[in-house]
């Protein structure tokens, strides 16, 4: 009998029961299988394997950046480019006069013209895209160069217009310039953000134009809207739609900025 009581109290199960009563149904199976995730969990990444994916991601970023300063150039040098051709047709027809002693030898043009405006024609050209993406709205209408190509040729016929022909007053002229600028949009945008942000450009523009005219900086003959000519703004909106175009097109194909984690 003693020997019988001791493997009784000895037994498991009894001492489990005097412990905390009744055992838990599953007990030893949820213990045995919470041992077996633990030892089969993963343990810390490889140092390859954690560094891969900041590699790739900085790798992308710097195929974005460099993409944004090649885009940035092209546009630049295509302001500094209209802006020497144009301007030159504008003094030709002494529509637009700079004083003598803030005038340069290149296309006798003033120094800060080209500059001025090849960094209004990048932040415009990269502009476009960036809003479209936005928006939402990829600009799919007539997307090539030769559709691009016709619209900076047209955007040229304006501003020579703009300069050669005679209108009985100015009133008429302009008339006719905003009805080309619309025009010019419709057939090569006919994008709502084209149409919005041209009208921007040209409202910002003239204003920066009345600011320096008003200063001395240089000055229009003729003019009929407070110091500028009253189809400067159509100009200006025309620009902007040309240049944006111009953008759009050099940022086909090109990548998605790389989101940072």
Same mark, same amino acid.
Request: aromatic share 10%; proline share 7%.
């Given at each position: 009998?003693?020997?019988?009581?001791?493997?009784?109290?000895?037994?498991?199960?009894?001492?489990? $029961? /005097?412990?905390?009563?009744?055992?838990?149904?599953?007990?030893?199976? !949820?213990?045995?299988?919470?041992?077996?995730?633990?030892?089969?969990?993963?343990?810390?990444?490889?140092?390859?394997?954690?560094?891969?994916?900041?590699? &790739?991601?900085?790798? +992308?970023?710097? !195929?974005? %950046? %460099?993409?944004?300063?090649?885009?940035?150039?092209?546009?630049?040098?295509?302001? @500094?480019?209209?802006?020497? *051709?144009?301007?030159?047709?504008?003094? #030709?027809?002494?529509?637009?006069?700079?004083?003598? $002693?803030?005038?340069?030898?290149?296309?006798?043009?003033?120094?800060?013209?080209?500059?001025?405006?090849?960094? =209004? =024609?990048? *932040?415009?050209?990269?502009?476009?895209?960036?809003?479209?993406?936005?928006?939402?709205?990829? &600009?799919?209408?007539?997307? $090539?160069?030769? /559709?691009?190509?016709?619209?900076?040729?047209?955007?040229?016929?304006?501003? &020579? !217009?703009?300069?050669?022909?005679?209108?009985?007053?100015?009133?008429?002229? /302009?008339?006719?310039?905003? =009805?080309?600028?619309?025009?010019?949009?419709?057939?090569?945008?006919?994008?709502?953000?084209?149409? +919005?942000?041209?009208?921007?450009?040209?409202?910002?523009?003239?204003?920066?134009?009345?600011?320096? @005219?008003?200063?001395?900086?240089? #000055?229009?003959?003729?003019?009929?809207?407070?110091?500028?000519?009253?189809?400067?703004?159509?100009?200006?909106?025309?620009?902007? *739609?040309? *240049?944006?175009?111009?953008?759009?097109?050099? !940022?086909?194909?090109?990548? $998605?900025?790389? &989101?940072?984690?």
């Amino acid at each position: 009998m003693p020997r019988l009581h001791d493997r009784f109290w000895s037994c498991p199960c009894a001492q489990r $029961e /005097s412990r905390g009563g009744r055992p838990r149904a599953g007990a030893g199976l !949820a213990a045995k299988g919470a041992a077996m995730v633990g030892s089969s969990a993963p343990g810390p990444a490889p140092p390859a394997a954690r560094d891969s994916r900041p590699a &790739h991601g900085d790798r +992308g970023a710097g !195929a974005w %950046h %460099h993409d944004l300063v090649q885009r940035s150039l092209v546009l630049f040098l295509v302001g @500094v480019g209209l802006a020497l *051709v144009l301007n030159l047709l504008q003094i #030709q027809r002494n529509v637009t006069l700079f004083p003598d $002693e803030v005038m340069a030898t290149v296309f006798s043009s003033a120094w800060w013209v080209p500059p001025c405006c090849g960094t =209004a =024609a990048a *932040v415009v050209g990269l502009l476009y895209p960036c809003i479209d993406s936005r928006l939402g709205e990829p &600009h799919k209408f007539k997307r $090539e160069w030769a /559709s691009v190509m016709r619209c900076i040729a047209v955007f040229v016929g304006i501003n &020579h !217009a703009s300069a050669k022909l005679d209108f009985a007053n100015n009133v008429q002229l /302009s008339l006719t310039l905003a =009805a080309l600028s619309l025009g010019l949009w419709w057939t090569f945008d006919r994008s709502r953000s084209g149409l +919005g942000l041209g009208i921007t450009i040209a409202f910002l523009a003239t204003l920066i134009t009345q600011f320096l @005219v008003y200063n001395g900086v240089y #000055q229009y003959t003729s003019p009929d809207f407070l110091y500028i000519r009253s189809w400067l703004p159509c100009i200006f909106f025309s620009g902007g *739609v040309t *240049v944006g175009n111009i953008g759009r097109q050099l !940022a086909m194909g090109v990548p $998605e900025k790389p &989101h940072s984690d």
